[in-house]
Nanobody, 115 residues
Framework: QVHLVESGGGLVQAGGSLRLSCAASRSIFSMNRMGWFRQAPGKQRELVAHIISGASTEYAESVKGRFTISRDNAKNTVYLQMNSLKSEDTAVYYC?????????WGQGTQVTVSS
């Protein structure tokens, strides 16, 4: 089992920044994938960014150059630094991980960008 707890969401003006954190209940070193999805009202959940096998990263086209995913193995935490936020980034952001073939999800944290 993996428990994921997100933090760092909130209300920010367009052009501002936020950093999301996702703390895992066990070592993230062994996670096959770990990262972030988001879901805006009336839309499907979409991948934002993730780290694959602790090495490579992938980003949604819409966030490339603005968002950066990183990890701290010592703290079992993954971060999402979000810069130059836009109103269309408003969504609930979910941390997820894949560990031994199983998907695990956090409860989500709301990010609201006001224009």
């Amino acid at each position: 089992q993996v428990h994921l707890v997100e933090s760092g969401g909130g209300l920010v003006q367009a052009g501002g920044s936020l950093r999301l954190s996702c703390a895992a209940s066990r070592s993230i070193f062994s996670m096959n994938r770990m990262g972030w999805f988001r879901q805006a009202p009336g839309k499907q959940r979409e991948l934002v960014a993730h780290i694959i096998s602790g090495a490579s990263t992938e980003y949604a086209e819409s966030v490339k150059g603005r968002f950066t995913i990183s990890r701290d193995n010592a703290k079992n935490t993954v971060y999402l630094q979000m810069n130059s936020l836009k109103s269309e980034d408003t969504a609930v952001y979910y941390c997820y991980s894949v560990w031994y073939g199983q998907d695990y999800w956090g409860q989500g944290t709301q990010v609201t960008v006001s224009s």
